[in-house]
T-cell receptor, first 116, second 113 residues
């Protein structure tokens, strides 16, 4: 079975400071990994993904994430936080070994608050 | 930019009533999904749909649930006899091929009273 852990319910960071939102995963095979962001009263917006290749992936709005296979982690990062980054962030995984498995498994979400 | 659209944005229904949630996936996408998020909880997979049939479903997706793609554009989720515990935000999503990201709609908030 696949699972995702986001250990922090909330992350607070000052505007202009770097931010990190943590994610670890568990799959039986190799993972497809995703980050989504949810603004209030909005749907889930895709930020970035790791499928294969370079462990550092870059996505929308200046976000990036690093895939670390040995630590089974896929932490989301941004060098300089903006107040507009304040939202709920979800990490999700799909097991590549699950041929024909279509479902994404989500973490419980981390609320990011960027303080002016 | 193409997007997944869902209607209605909010649906209130009485327990035991049937509801249909509607979605228009992105036009060149082949895989369609429903997820739900009970308030304060994780986003949970319900069902995936490909080539006009269910390709995978979770244990949540019991006989009370059904999906349909009645024409070339709409994708619907039907709950036959709603229960209080069906109250949640329901998200439709679509992806072009299996190994790419899914794009989500803005959700339908279903409230069962």
């Amino acid at each position: 079975a696949q699972s995702v852990a986001q250990p922090e319910d909330q992350v607070n960071v000052a505007e202009g400071n770097p931010l990190t939102v943590k994610c670890t995963y568990s799959v039986s095979g190799n993972p497809y990994l995703f980050w989504y962001v949810q603004y209030p009263n909005r749907g889930l917006q895709f930020l970035l993904k790791y499928i294969t290749g370079d462990n550092l992936v870059k996505g929308s709005y200046g976000f990036e994430a690093e895939f670390n296979k040995s630590q089974t982690s896929f932490h989301l990062k941004k060098p300089s936080a903006l107040v507009s980054d304040s939202a709920l962030y979800f990490c999700a995984v799909r097991d590549r070994a699950g041929a024909g498995s279509y479902q994404l498994t989500f973490g419980k979400g981390t609320k990011l608050s960027v303080i002016p | 930019e193409p997007e997944v659209t869902q209607t209605p944005s909010h649906q209130v229904t009485q327990m035991g009533q049937e509801v249909i949630l509607r979605c228009v996936p992105i036009s060149n996408h082949l895989y369609f999904y429903w997820y739900r998020q009970i308030l304060g909880q994780k986003v949970e997979f319900l069902v995936s749909f490909y080539n006009n049939e269910i390709s995978e479903k979770s244990e949540i997706f019991d006989d009370q649930f059904s999906v349909e793609r009645p024409d070339g554009s709409n994708f619907t989720l039907k709950i036959r006899s709603t229960k209080l515990e069906d109250s949640a935000m329901y998200f439709c999503a679509s992806s072009q091929i299996l190994n790419t990201e899914a794009f989500f709609g803005q959700g339908t908030r279903l409230t069962v009273v």
